[in-house]
């Protein structure tokens, strides 16, 4: 919430973000004076010290001599209770440990990728989830997450777009909220509540050429307007620590940068809790080239704001030295300590520093658990294309070829950082749609390999194909092809998927595609030749369940693309909220801003998806016309389900700021809703338009909403939708 609003020269001004401390008290204030009070110097580094149990030779010893303040990659209960035993008992300062892990869409009941939840467009699905996986992690003796990532990603080649909410500011703002609160809880202090951490503080999701870990360079006004939001709707949802990045922004380091980390973080935000460097974030400095060695490394993290320092050793190393030195001042540690106490202590770690195993046994992968993933993945499915009605397919009297290297793939669907997830927790879709078709004999092949040259088995496929009444295709991405070091310079199917695909279709058999994979492809050719198309990302543990209920029409899809589809690679980076140009594409002329032998619109755009009935969007009404740059507009509109299955449409309101002093997009989301309609039924929807999604950064980086028209569309995609306009005056 944007505060303290003033007026100049007929704009709007919405100053600084008021304070956010939802999660401290004076109690903890006074409890952290006191403790720091009784720490020596090599005690209160230790608190800044992170390492990972798995990589370490000793870890007690560590523990023992009061070297460590957090532990991540502890993957058991029993670990976690000895090493915190240890802590408490045998450490100098009695301090609790942190444990912190990559608990980022599951910890062992595993949903679907944050991408796929995006899909959803749901953020009480999307809180529910992350309630349970905290209920689960936290039962295992983790007490923090390194989640939500809410890196906005623009370019698909980059394989972390997987861990994210994708493309849109709007909805990865919405996303973070729910991941947030899902974690958090609204009281820190329970012991079922995992610690958040928003990450990859900031702009990681911007490297170059989609190339992970790759140097950013953005204007002030792309960092405002697109990559902090999410960061700043995270802060504003309580989460208690903030990771800083690997990348280099705009020169500076995101893990030495005091611009983001203390300025914007603290300054503008009122963050209270801590950061955490990415993994050995701190000691890369060197390799960046802003700092001659370890010790110049830790100077410069500690002084931007950077309070633990994940697997560098650099904190560990060099800053005692450094304190000695005179170069970092005892107090500057001192505040790096009390945010990570601040944390320990509002997140109940000193009441509840153990694993529960009583609970371990009654939660993980419980039936309501199972079900709450089924739910989710089913959501996470977006329909794509359904020529001819042909989906849902009826389960009965049909003669199914079920084909292609991913369909019996139990890995896959787990996407990147599973967390404790197994391939053996996983239905495969071969599975899911066997188990809705009992009795029926549903023949299957493989066809070709995910990602080899061997053509062996496509013979057989297609010989199965063509004795089927309708074929399935199940076709896409391993789980490590995306995720971290996950990126692509290819985004169609590896290896020799494509030729299956081809060889399938040419049998003339309706053909379903199911795609599984972990961001938007490139996929011109089964856009235009297959059927029907299911995008189904990775679902995690109840991927072929939620695949069958779309299928064979259990659920009617409902999901809708969290980020551009490119026809190639070479429309990349692509997405709906970009700007008009001066020239702005035109198909009948070469002097527009286009390319010579490819469209300039995508495949499909951000907001698309299908459902197997339709939706009448009438009666847009915008009141009032005219409103002061304070004022609010309410936008209402009809949707109507005129086919025959009931539904949830996703109901998208967008607008446009034509004429400014400086230029914005064409487009951008500033609301939607989920709204189930039966047959025949109809809703009425309002949205409010203010000066929080009115506004936009000026070159002053000040938020002010300016006088004239304003564009309004409400529809079901961002290519789509009814048409209206307001006026704001002076
Ligand atoms: C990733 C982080 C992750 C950390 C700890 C890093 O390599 O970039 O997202 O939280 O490892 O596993």
Same mark, same amino acid.
């Given at each position: ?56 030779? *000793? ?14 990659? &502890? ?18 300062? @009695? ?12 910890? !062992? ?90 990450? @990859? ?8 050429? =989609? !190339? ?26 309580? /989460?208690?620590?903030? %990771?800083?990045?690997?990348? *280099? ?38 390799? @960046? ?114 084909? =292609? ?26 599975? =899911? ?34 004795? +089927?009444? &309708? ?9 490590? %092809?995306?995720?971290?070091?996950? +990126? ?7 290896? !020799?998927?494509?030729?299956? /695909? ?51 029409? %259990? ?134 338009? =203010? ?36 006026? &704001?005056?002076?």
């Amino acid at each position: 919430m944007r505060k303290l609003g003033l007026f100049v020269t007929g704009a709007v001004i919405w100053g600084m973000l008021v304070a956010a401390r939802p999660w401290t008290s004076p109690e903890i204030e006074a409890k952290i004076d006191q403790i720091v009070a009784g720490l020596p110097l090599e005690q209160k580094i230790g608190q800044l010290v992170q390492v990972s149990w798995r990589n370490v030779e *000793d870890p007690e010893t560590l523990v023992r001599e009061g070297k460590v303040g957090s532990f991540l990659n &502890v993957l058991d209960a029993k670990t976690a209770r000895a090493l915190q035993e240890i802590a408490l008992h045998e450490s100098p300062s @009695h301090i609790p440990l942190i444990f912190g892990l990559d608990v980022i869409h599951g910890y !062992r009941t595993i949903f679907p990728i944050p991408l796929a939840g995006a899909a959803s467009w749901d953020p009480e699905l999307i809180r529910r989830n992350c309630r349970i996986a905290a209920e689960e992690a936290t039962a295992e003796g983790v007490h923090w997450t390194f989640a939500p990532m809410v890196d906005i990603a623009r370019d698909p080649r980059w394989g972390r777009i997987a861990e994210g909410a994708g493309e849109d500011p709007f909805l990865g703002s919405v996303m973070a909220r729910a991941r947030v609160k899902g974690f958090q809880g609204d009281h820190l202090g329970d012991a079922n509540r995992l610690v958040a951490c928003a990450k @990859h503080f900031v702009g990681y999701g911007a490297a170059i050429g =989609g !190339r992970d870990y790759n140097t950013t360079d953005m204007s002030d006004w792309t960092l405002r307007t697109i990559y902090l939001p999410p960061f700043e709707a995270a802060v504003e949802a309580g /989460v208690a620590t903030v %990771m800083s990045a690997f990348n *280099d922004l705009n020169g500076i380091p995101a893990s030495a940068n005091r611009f983001t980390l203390t300025r914007i973080l603290r300054q503008e935000w009122g963050f209270q809790g801590f950061v955490v460097s990415d993994w050995n974030a701190i000691t890369e400095l060197i390799n @960046h080239g802003v700092a001659g060695n370890k010790a110049e490394a830790a100077e410069k993290a500690l002084r931007a704001g950077v309070d633990m320092d994940m697997m560098g050793f650099a904190y560990s190393d060099e800053l005692a030295n450094l304190v000695r030195r005179g170069l970092i001042s005892e107090t500057d540690v001192d505040q790096a300590v009390r945010r990570v106490l601040r944390v320990k202590l509002a997140s109940g770690l000193f009441e509840h520093p153990f694993p529960d195993e009583d609970r371990a046994k009654r939660v993980i992968l419980s039936p309501e658990h199972l079900e709450a993933a089924r739910q989710a993945a089913r959501e996470g499915i977006v329909l794509l294309k359904n020529e001819g009605n042909l989906l849902p397919l009826s389960t009965t009297g049909l003669r199914l070829a079920v084909v =292609g290297p991913l369909a019996d793939d139990r890995d896959a669907p787990l996407g990147s950082w599973a967390c404790l997830g197994r391939p053996a927790d996983v239905i495969s879709v071969l599975a =899911g749609i066997r188990e809705a078709m009992p009795g029926s004999d549903v023949a299957f092949a493989k066809g070709c390999a995910i990602d080899s040259d061997d053509t062996s088995g496509v013979a057989e496929a297609v010989k199965l194909a063509a004795q +089927s009444d &309708v074929v399935v295709l199940v076709v896409g991405e391993s789980r490590r %092809m995306s995720g971290e070091g996950g +990126s692509r310079a290819f985004l169609g199917l590896p290896g !020799r998927q494509l030729d299956l /695909v081809k060889r399938v279709v040419a049998t003339g058999k309706p053909t379903v595609v199911v795609l599984i994979n972990g961001r938007p492809l490139a996929i011109p050719w089964i856009a235009e030749h297959a059927t029907a198309i299911l995008e189904t990302w990775q679902l995690g543990v109840q991927h072929g369940r939620a695949v069958a209920d779309v299928l064979f029409g %259990m659920y009617n899809p409902s999901g809708k693309l969290p980020a551009t589809f490119p026809r190639c690679v070479g429309q990349v980076p692509i997405f709906y909220n970009h700007k008009n140009t001066g020239r702005p594409p035109r198909e009948d002329t070469r002097w527009t801003s286009r390319y010579v032998d490819a469209p300039s619109t995508p495949q499909f755009p951000f907001g698309f998806g299908l459902s197997y009935t339709k939706y009448e969007y009438r009666d847009l009404k915008i009141e009032p016309t005219q409103i002061g740059p304070a004022g609010k507009v309410h936008v209402s509109v009809t949707v109507e389900n005129v086919g025959r299955r009931a539904g949830e449409e996703i109901v998208q309101l967008y607008i446009r700021d034509p004429v400014a002093s400086v230029t914005r997009p064409v487009r951008e989301l500033k609301g939607f809703r989920r709204v189930h309609l039966d047959p025949g039924e109809s809703k009425r929807l309002s949205f409010e338009l =203010g000066p929080e999604e009115l506004g936009f950064y000026n070159v002053r980086s000040e938020w002010v909403v300016e006088p004239g028209k304003f564009e309004v569309w409400v529809g079901p995609s961002s290519a789509e939708g009814l048409h209206g306009e307001f006026f &704001v005056v002076d």
